[in-house]
């Protein structure tokens, strides 16, 4: 299941999220070609903690730096893309509750957490652990309760195949626990960090309980300009038996301008990716009719699919 975005947005800018993706993938294209010694230094190394030696080898400073360094190195592109996705989709919504330095701050420490509950597991390994997953899976265990009622559009590839759900967030958050819990006491020999997935979740939940749900602060405001380029568009059976209805939105600027997108419409659970071109000059209730595109007859034409414009 590879996650899109929720359907929760943002009420203020979230600055904080932003400059961790940017540090994030600042990092890493600094880092992109390191010799292995460099993550044995910078990453998190368990072996380390428990050994006298190494600590009067690397130093205080040395063994403190890589508890927080480890989580903005990565090993590859998939690695770190998968990071930062999950992290653009949930983390703003977070920033939101708990407010800029609040966020911050709960952030760091939830990969702080993480990278410990994987060092209690672990001690003995020698394998330097690296990765913002435990951070961002603090994040995901912060957002499975603030907005458990919220949908992730996720996409399901089968073959070739892409099929889209909205998926209620704390059935999707929950079935990720429980398969890093699955993976972290199975017997998967996986140079994956399961048990930090593990304790950066459980940290972000305990986070909210223990802080409480926060106002959020309205010193950035967001503003947007756009509606999401994909939409996925649930449609009825229109009265004259052939024709589908459903809903698409746009913003203001957009109905101006006119614009392009991309909607999977979706229908008896299953669905069909289609380009919509939004003309310009459109208001709010207004109909966009898509010829061809509704249910077959049986003299062999279709009907149409119906379109009402949603102005946000």
């Known amino acids: ?63 403190l730096f890589a508890l927080f360094s480890f989580m903005f190195l990565h090993g590859g592109w998939m690695h770190i893309l998968g990071n930062m996705l999950s992290l653009y989709i949930f983390g703003d919504n977070v920033e939101d509750r708990l407010g800029h330095l609040g966020y911050l701050l709960f952030y760091l420490t939830g990969g702080l957490a993480s990278g410990i509950t994987h060092l209690l597991f672990n001690a003995s390994s020698t394998t330097p652990t690296i990765g913002a997953s435990g951070a961002v899976a603090a994040v995901m ?16 590839p089968i073959v070739f195949i892409p099929l889209f759900f909205e998926i209620p967030a704390f059935i999707y958050l929950g079935l990720w626990f429980v398969m890093q819990f699955l993976n972290a006491t199975g017997a998967s020999t996986s140079h994956i960090a399961w048990w930090a997935h593990i304790g950066g979740f459980l ?97 062999g034409y279709r009907g149409d699919l119906l379109l009402t414009v949603h102005i946000r």
């Open 1 to 63: 299941m590879i996650p899109l975005r929720d359907t929760i947005e943002s009420r203020t800018l979230p600055v904080v999220n932003y400059a961790l993706i940017a540090i994030n993938v600042v990092v890493f294209l600094q880092t992109r070609f390191a010799p292995p010694h460099f993550y044995q230094v910078y990453g998190l190394v368990p072996a380390r903690y428990i050994s006298m030696e190494a600590w009067n080898h690397f130093g205080l400073w040395h063994q």
């Open 141 to 156: 265990g912060a957002y499975f309760l603030l907005y458990p009622k919220a949908k992730v559009l996720t996409l399901i």
């Open 203 to 299: 940290f972000g939940m305990g986070w909210i309980f223990l802080s409480g749900r926060e106002a959020p602060t309205r010193r950035f405001q967001a503003t947007r300009r756009r509606t999401h380029k994909l939409q996925l568009v649930h449609v009825e059976v229109a009265n004259g038996g052939f024709n589908l209805t459903g809903h698409i939105s746009i913003t203001s600027r957009e109905s101006k301008r006119g614009t392009l997108k991309m909607i999977n419409v979706a229908q008896f659970g299953r669905g069909r990716l289609l380009k919509v071109t939004i003309p310009p000059g459109l208001s709010s209730g207004k109909q966009l009719r898509l010829k061809g595109l509704g249910l077959p007859h049986p003299d």
